[in-house]
Structure formats: C-alpha cells, structure tokens
C-alpha cells in the first residue's frame, strides 16, 4: 500500500527538500578494551575488543545536506564545533562524500546526553550516530556490517555501538591488502545467555581528559614494554570473555572484564612518560567495589581512558551498588545502565 503512506515518510529527496537524516546511537562500554592500532589511517586496531552498549546517554544527530553551503556547519549542543572535533566530523563527512561520489556540504546538529570527552565513551555514540545519519543523508544503502565499519572511521569504539546488548569487533585480518584489512574488521554481536546485567557508572569527575584516548594508546603502543604482554592476554581474555557470556556466568564476565581493564591501565603506566587516567577517586571507588565483593554482591569495576569507574552487576543489585559507590564518590554522579539498543535512524517525520 505504498501509495497510501503518509509524505513524511517518503524519502526527503523526493519531497524536493534537502536529504537530511536522523540517527540516535547510544555508548558502549567495553569489557574486553580496544588499546592500540596497527593502522592510524583505517582505525585498525591491534586487538580484537567487546562491548555491552548501553540504554543510557543516548547521542542524536541530524545530517542536512547543504547544496550552496561551501562548507560543513557542525554544532555540538547547540554550539558550533571547533578544533580537533570540527576536524574529526569534517574528515568522516569527507569519506561519506568520497563513498556517495557527492561533493555537498552537511549540516550536521548533535546532542550528546553524556558528559563529552570525560572517557564516557561520547565518541563511541557520537561516530555511530553520525555514521548512520550521513550515510542515510548523502543516499548510502549499507548494512550493519559496512556501517560498523564506516563508523570505525570515525573511532574505533563507534564500530560496536551500530549493535545492541553485546558486541565484539574484530581486528581483522593482519595480512593482505589495506582494502582486504578494511573489510575484515567490523563488530557483530555476540551471544550471552541469561545474563541479567547493569553496569553501574560512577562519575568521578566529569572534565575533559587531559590526553586523548588516541594520543594515549599511540603512546602506549610505542613505548610501553607490557604493551605486548597485554595483547597476547587479550586474546585469551575474549576467548574467556564469550564462554562466560554464553554460560550466563555473571561472575567470570566480571573478573574477566576487570582483570582486562586493570591490564590495559598498567600497559598505560609504564608508558614513557607514563599515562594514568585513574585518579585517587577511582581508587576509592575500586575499594569499595572490592568491599561490596567481600560482602558477597557479584561486583566487578572497569575504566576506560578517564577516572571513571563503570561497575558491573547483576540487575537485582544495582541499587545497592550504587548506593555503595555513591558513598564511597560523594563529590561524583551515579547512574545505572542496563544493555541498550543498537543504532538506529529516526524517521524524520517524528
Ligand atoms: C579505553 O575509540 O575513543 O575506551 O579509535 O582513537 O577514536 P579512537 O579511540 P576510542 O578509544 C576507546 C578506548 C577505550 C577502550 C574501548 O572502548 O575499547
């Protein structure tokens, strides 16, 4: 019955308005970490990495083609983007171009719900919403698994946040030709059993991060002799990582995904100079996390390129996790997260 449908849900170019798209994604947190890249330019990382996204701090945005612009107009918040995230967004609208074959400009309006640049993962859900968008926007008919790897363009984290629930990205293939490379390392999902989890999300300090998560793993991969250690453990780690998942072994998720992260963070620490994201409010946190262990509540702590704490657990005891780590980090937010949903585009009619 397609002649019935409603014109706002018709494709914008037949309207004869601009195309425009909109796209909410949500983050991810990873369990198993993406540190390192064996390819700066195609965001090829070293190690395959896993991830639980979130149905928290959901990032919108809308892509507008702008036919007499001369060039990109991005905002953030309401705020036009400067810097490093002008240049970011503008080099990903680039690539979308060179795809499409199209040489238009873009609008491009996002709002993020998470504190940006605060290691909450805002560029995991800001990437794949703008992959999802601008692809719809400049007419890129791709599946999940070319979006992924679209997004992965944008930062690597992004690739597992076109997926809901839980999410492996591959390294892919290490041999071969850069297109071969390209096309092997995307994220999927992967299966978990009866698990029944949220990640618990301290908030110890909202601010910008003093080095980017970019800089950092550069950094470590050069000059950190437990970089490799690490690696080669990582494997072992997700292999680990999906038996656990598949048995719905809450416990073995947790220990597995903190002793991953406590590595990551020690590859950092013996970078030169050293890199250290976990502040002396982590550490408090971390305290009471193994506290809430001792006492017999399944919790299990992970940080990413900041010194927040995310902490796993199981559903039932969320609350009282969080009001755990919120005493332990009075100065800080909490918020719980259960696994969210894949991107997605939004209709534009509403
Ligand atoms: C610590 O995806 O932000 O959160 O690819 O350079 O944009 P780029 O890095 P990014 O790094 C995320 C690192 C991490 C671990 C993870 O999410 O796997």
């Known amino acids: 019955m397609r002649a019935e449908q409603p014109a706002t849900l018709k494709p914008p170019q037949e309207q004869g308005a601009a195309p425009a798209a909109t796209a909410v994604a949500h983050p991810n947190i990873a369990l198993i970490k993406y540190w390192g890249k064996r390819d700066e330019q195609l965001f090829l990382p070293r190690t395959d990495s896993l991830s639980m996204t979130l149905d928290i701090f959901p990032t919108t945005t809308r892509v507008r083609l702008a036919p007499e612009a001369e060039q990109d107009a991005v905002t953030l918040g309401g705020r036009p983007a400067t810097g490093e995230a002008e240049r970011r967004i503008v080099a990903f609208l680039d690539l979308v171009r060179e795809r499409a074959g199209l040489s238009r400009r873009a609008v491009v309006d996002t709002e993020n719900t998470v504190p940006t640049g605060a290691g909450l993962a805002s560029s995991a859900s800001g990437f794949a919403a703008l992959a999802v968008a601008a692809a719809a926007a400049y007419g890129l008919t791709l599946d999940a698994t070319a979006l992924s790897r679209l997004a992965r363009r944008g930062s690597g984290s992004a690739s597992r946040s076109l997926f809901g629930d839980f999410a492996v990205w591959h390294a892919g293939t290490a041999t071969g030709t850069a297109t071969e490379a390209d096309l092997s390392s995307y994220a999927e999902p992967v299966p978990a059993a009866g698990l029944d989890p949220a990640l618990v999300i301290a908030v110890v300090n909202a601010g ?143």
């Open 208 to 350: 910008p991060k003093a080095i980017s998560s970019r800089a950092a793993m550069r950094q470590t991969v050069d000059t950190s002799p437990l970089y490799e250690p690490w690696a080669r453990s990582s494997t072992g780690d997700l292999a680990d990582m999906r038996a656990a998942l598949i048995r719905g072994d809450l416990e073995a998720v947790g220990e597995i995904a903190e002793r991953n992260a406590l590595g990551m963070h020690a590859t950092m620490l013996a970078a030169r100079p050293a890199v250290r994201y976990l502040s002396p409010a982590t550490l408090t946190v971390l305290d009471s996390v193994g506290q809430l262990r001792r006492d017999g509540i399944a919790a299990y702590a992970t940080m990413d390129a900041g010194p927040n704490v995310k902490v796993l657990c199981r559903r039932a005891d969320a609350d009282q996790v969080a009001a755990v780590v919120r005493g332990a980090a009075p100065q800080g937010s909490v918020h719980i997260a259960g696994p969210g949903p894949g991107a997605r585009l939004l209709n534009e009619g509403g």
